[in-house]
């Protein structure tokens, strides 16, 4: 597994591999955004899409692309005081979906199994909850390497 998984996003090249994964035609893309198909080569080559470009291309190969910039920010956004305390209630609507993908607890996981990070700094760098961690750990059987 990658060591900086999410680090650096080139959505195009991850629209490029899913595409070639499941084998779905330069043409037949084509035809459904009603592009050129060079249109559709050329958006392979860019780091960055737009969101109705990307929301397009998730429907049309049945994966959710923002995800991938949902885990970045899982696990690369600095630390910041939270600036609401406790007891308030936030106003705006909340919904709760499984945050972590299987992508990424793999990835905490083979971190954790190499001996590449221990479960503290796994806890303070990526502000994964320790009981989420040692859930994890315990479900999947995982035992560092150095163990």
């Known amino acids: 597994m990658e060591n ?22 330069i043409r037949h893309i084509a035809e ?11 958006m392979f080559e860019k780091p960055e899409l737009s969101t109705g ?7 049309l190969l049945r994966y959710d692309f923002f995800r991938v910039y949902s885990q970045h920010l899982i696990l690369y956004t600095p630390q910041y005081p939270n600036p609401v305390k406790k007891n308030e209630k936030s106003k705006s609507m909340k919904f ?4 972590y993908s299987d992508e ?3 990835f905490v996981l083979e971190l954790v199994k190499t001996g590449k990070k221990t479960k503290q700094e796994i806890v303070d760098d990526y502000r994964i ?9 315990t479900k999947h059987q995982v035992v560092s390497d150095l163990e």
Request: net charge positive; proline share 4%.
């Open 4 to 25: 900086m998984l999410y680090k650096e996003i080139h959505i195009g090249e991850l629209i490029k591999n899913k595409v070639e994964e499941i084998e779905v035609t």
């Open 32 to 42: 459904v955004f009603k592009i050129p198909e060079n249109a559709v080569l050329e």
């Open 53 to 59: 470009e990307l929301l397009k291309w998730s429907k």
């Open 96 to 99: 709760r979906k499984n945050i």
């Open 104 to 106: 990424l607890i793999e």
């Open 129 to 137: 909850p320790k009981t989420t961690l040692y859930k994890w750990i």
